[in-house]
């Protein structure tokens, strides 16, 4: 009120008598609208009649980016996905991998901030399932699916060099170390509970958890958070030594393409004909992901038998107690119990699935890659002596397979 | 089975599993697919803060994840009143009625004042300068016609999946629109 008044005051200074009525009149309104502030709300000064031939200037709305450039994105990323699968099965160049990652690092990274991404999708999609008032864009549906649908028949092209996080860290590593296999397999279960974490928040209406713990992000708009800043650094710093460390121990889509890639039609061949069994791509391989032959005399079938089935059996207790858990730990932390319970189940099936992974019975003649854990990065090519000679690069010699 | 074995190749166990986790995923995504079909659109949406939600809380200048925020003010000049006394160009108790720094409300001298014809001033904002604070919008909606209010302006905006400003928004006011219409200007006066 003191404020309204010392107003007038200043108005009545300087401004000439013709304008003394409406001098009167605007504070006769005044008075009038703070009295009567909800009903006369929308009233208060009257737009002006200008005298002086002033036009109003128009109100700036800078448009949005074209609706057709989200076509161009899944044209993009269509091509992008052909690309890398043509470099990894037909000319097989680790060349080609790298700079098709640089051009994703720029588009999908740098020039789009990371957003829309294959990653983030899955939670679009759940929550387009549960919300029927959420209307899923159909670049998001086109990210989410083109690179599962891939996965499904090919392997990881996605994650080779289409994918901006994963080409991010791929271009930073320099000197990869082995990650044991024991720290590998507990470390690889996170991705699948984020997953989980991820699908819960979105569908529930919770937020979008995958896109807010994104610690490339921060890099592609070169602003964050200090928190993610920090995370993303870590992360780059660690994987300048381990190789992709969000993508193998973080990466909710990764979990999912890996599930997928198991039923995979075409796998990732390292050697164009013969192994000689050298073990070089074995140590070329960044991600831990090339498998030995298995040993020739293993453990009886019987006793694999009933391990297997004994951990098939323990499977719905694990998930029904880690349910249990879920739901308490819901509870606790306020938030819905029934998402502690999906959640828990989840993790439950995670673990025991894992388990039951690792006592599952392979048999390799050969070295070949883990096609869930295999990036399709191409860099097992071009160590592998056959495929050396195959290009030439070696003189061709008969090599003999140790029978 | 939906394809017949390849003569070459005896199906064995491991590939007859395969193959059925290859269809039973098939039908799966295409199950997804069909689930999805319907509430898929091509037509795009984008952020805008609803301007009769907005609170001015003023945590649109930091919550942004672009440094700059997207979000700044807009000035529907149609509902201005052209005031001398603009209560959201000038901080309370203005020394003076002028120009200079010390009567401003805004931090960053965004709002242009420039005289009109007496008794009346226009009020530009300067984009450049604008953080998206909200003194002004408060200043205006408190004791004038509401005219100055936030917009996220689509020229900045990422169009992040989830907004980092709605999720602390206290109003709730930030809403996805049609990409074709991406502003909600206001046309008529709101005052609070």
């Given at each position: 009120?003191?404020?309204?008044?010392?107003?007038?005051?200043?108005?009545?200074?300087?401004?000439?008598?013709?304008?003394?009525?409406?001098?009167?009149?605007?504070?006769?309104?005044?008075?009038?609208?703070?009295?009567?502030?909800?009903?006369?709300?929308?009233?208060?000064?009257?737009?002006?009649?200008?005298?002086?031939?002033?036009?109003?200037?128009?109100?700036a709305?800078?448009?949005?980016?074209?609706?057709?450039?989200?076509?161009?994105?899944?044209?993009?990323?269509?091509?992008?996905?052909?690309?890398a699968?043509?470099?990894?099965?037909?000319?097989?160049?680790?060349?080609?991998?790298?700079?098709?990652?640089?051009?994703?690092?720029?588009?999908?990274?740098?020039?789009?901030?990371?957003c829309?991404?294959?990653?983030?999708?899955?939670?679009?999609?759940?929550?387009?399932?549960?919300?029927?008032?959420?209307?899923?864009?159909?670049?998001?549906?086109?990210?989410?699916?083109?690179?599962?649908?891939?996965?499904?028949?090919?392997?990881?092209?996605?994650?080779?060099?289409?994918?901006?996080?994963?080409?991010?860290?791929?271009?930073?590593?320099?000197?990869?170390?082995?990650?044991?296999?024991?720290?590998?397999?507990?470390?690889?279960?996170?991705?699948?509970?984020?997953?989980?974490?991820?699908?819960?928040?979105a569908?529930?209406?919770?937020?979008?958890?995958?896109?807010r713990?994104?610690?490339?992000?921060?890099?592609?708009?070169?602003?964050?958070?200090?928190?993610m800043?920090?995370?993303?650094?870590?992360?780059?710093?660690?994987?300048?030594?381990?190789?992709?460390?969000?993508?193998r121990?973080?990466?909710?889509?990764g979990?999912?393409l890996?599930?997928?890639?198991?039923?995979?039609?075409?796998?990732?061949?390292?050697t164009?004909d013969?192994?000689?069994?050298?073990?070089?791509?074995?140590?070329?391989?960044?991600?831990?992901?090339?498998?030995?032959?298995?040993?020739?005399?293993?453990?009886?079938?019987?006793?694999?038998?009933?391990?297997?089935?004994?951990?098939?059996?323990?499977?719905?207790?694990?998930?029904?107690?880690?349910?249990?858990?879920?739901?308490k730990?819901?509870?606790?932390?306020?938030?819905?119990?029934?998402?502690?319970?999906?959640f828990?189940?989840?993790?439950?099936?995670?673990?025991?699935?894992?388990?039951?992974?690792?006592?599952?019975?392979?048999?390799?003649?050969?070295?070949?890659?883990?096609?869930?854990?295999?990036?399709?990065?191409?860099?097992?090519?071009?160590?592998?002596?056959?495929?050396?000679?195959?290009?030439?690069l070696?003189?061709?010699?008969?090599?003999h397979?140790?029978? | 089975?939906?394809?017949?074995?390849?003569?070459?190749?005896?199906?064995?166990?491991?590939s007859?599993?395969?193959?059925?986790?290859?269809?039973?995923?098939?039908?799966?995504?295409?199950?997804l697919?069909?689930?999805?079909?319907?509430?898929?659109a091509?037509?795009?949406?984008v952020?805008?803060?609803?301007?009769?939600?907005?609170?001015?809380?003023?945590?649109?200048?930091?919550?942004?994840?672009?440094?700059?925020?997207?979000?700044?003010?807009?000035?529907?000049?149609?509902?201005?009143?052209?005031?001398?006394?603009?209560?959201?160009?000038?901080?309370?108790?203005?020394?003076?009625?002028?120009?200079?720094?010390?009567?401003?409300?805004?931090?960053?001298?965004?709002?242009q004042?420039?005289?009109?014809?007496?008794?009346?001033?226009?009020?530009?904002?300067?984009?450049?300068?604008?953080?998206g604070?909200?003194?002004?919008?408060?200043?205006?909606?408190?004791?004038?016609?509401?005219?100055?209010?936030?917009?996220?302006?689509?020229?900045?905006?990422?169009?992040?999946?989830?907004?980092?400003?709605?999720?602390?928004?206290?109003?709730?006011?930030?809403?996805?629109?049609?990409?074709?219409?991406?502003?909600?200007?206001?046309?008529?006066p709101?005052?609070?």
């Open positions: 009120m003191l404020f309204i008044s010392h107003a007038k005051t200043q108005r009545r200074e300087g401004v000439s008598p013709f304008f003394a009525p409406l001098r009167l009149c605007v504070s006769i309104f005044l008075g009038f609208v703070l009295l009567n502030a909800t009903a006369f709300a929308e009233q208060r000064f009257p737009p002006p009649d200008f005298e002086s031939g002033y036009h109003l200037p128009p109100t709305t800078p448009a949005p980016r074209a609706e057709y450039m989200q076509y161009v994105d899944g044209m993009v990323l269509l091509g992008a996905l052909a690309l699968l043509w470099f990894v099965y037909r000319s097989r160049s680790r060349r080609g991998i790298t700079a098709l990652s640089i051009f994703s690092l720029a588009y999908f990274g740098f020039y789009r901030k990371g829309v991404c294959a990653i983030g999708s899955v939670q679009n999609v759940a929550l387009a399932l549960c919300d029927s008032h959420y209307v899923l864009p159909l670049t998001v549906l086109v990210f989410f699916l083109a690179p599962l649908l891939v996965a499904l028949f090919a392997g990881r092209a996605f994650c080779a060099a289409v994918c901006p996080q994963g080409a991010l860290q791929d271009l930073v590593l320099i000197r990869p170390i082995k990650v044991p296999a024991w720290l590998e397999a507990a470390l690889g279960i996170i991705p699948h509970l984020f997953l989980g974490a991820g699908v819960i928040f569908a529930t209406g919770n937020g979008f958890l995958i896109c713990f994104d610690p490339m992000v921060p890099f592609f708009r070169f602003s964050g958070s200090l928190l800043i920090t995370l993303g650094g870590a992360f780059l710093v660690v994987g300048m030594f381990v190789g992709r460390p969000y993508c121990f973080l990466c909710p889509y979990a999912l890996r599930l997928v890639t198991v039923a995979a039609k075409w796998r990732v061949r390292v164009p013969t192994c000689t069994q050298c073990a070089l791509c074995q140590h070329s391989c960044p991600f831990g992901a090339m498998r030995e032959p298995t040993p020739q005399k293993s453990e009886p079938l019987p006793s694999a038998r009933r391990r297997l089935a004994g951990l098939l059996l323990l499977l719905p207790v694990l998930m029904g107690l880690c349910a249990w858990g879920g739901s730990l819901a509870l606790a932390s306020h938030f819905a119990e029934l998402g502690g319970w999906v828990g189940a989840w993790a439950g099936l995670v673990i025991g699935g894992k388990l039951t992974a690792l006592s599952v019975r392979h048999n390799r003649t050969d070295f070949e890659p883990d096609s869930s854990a295999c990036f399709a990065c191409a860099r097992c090519f071009e160590t592998c002596p056959s495929e050396r000679m195959r290009r030439g070696i003189p061709l010699e008969p090599v397979k140790e029978e | 089975m939906m394809n017949p074995p390849n003569p070459q190749e005896p199906v064995n166990r491991r007859f599993l395969g193959r059925a986790a290859r269809v039973a995923a098939m039908t799966g995504v295409g199950a697919l069909g689930k999805l079909a319907g509430a898929s091509a037509k795009g949406t952020w805008q803060i609803d301007p009769s939600k907005c609170k001015r809380c003023g945590k649109c200048a930091t919550a942004c994840v672009l440094e700059q925020s997207a979000v700044k003010c807009v000035h529907a000049f149609a509902i201005c009143g052209y005031c001398d006394l603009c209560t959201g160009y000038f901080g309370p108790q203005p020394n003076e009625l002028n120009t200079a720094a010390e009567n401003q409300f805004c931090p960053t001298a965004a709002i004042r420039t005289y009109v014809e007496d008794p009346y001033y226009q009020y530009h904002i300067d984009e450049k300068l604008c953080i604070c909200a003194k002004c919008v408060d200043g205006c909606n408190r004791y004038g016609n509401g005219s100055l209010f936030l917009q996220v302006r689509h020229d900045r905006c990422v169009n992040c999946n989830e907004c980092s400003i709605a999720r602390v928004c206290e109003g709730q006011a930030f809403v996805r629109v049609p990409v074709d219409k991406p502003y909600l200007i206001k046309t008529t709101t005052t609070s």
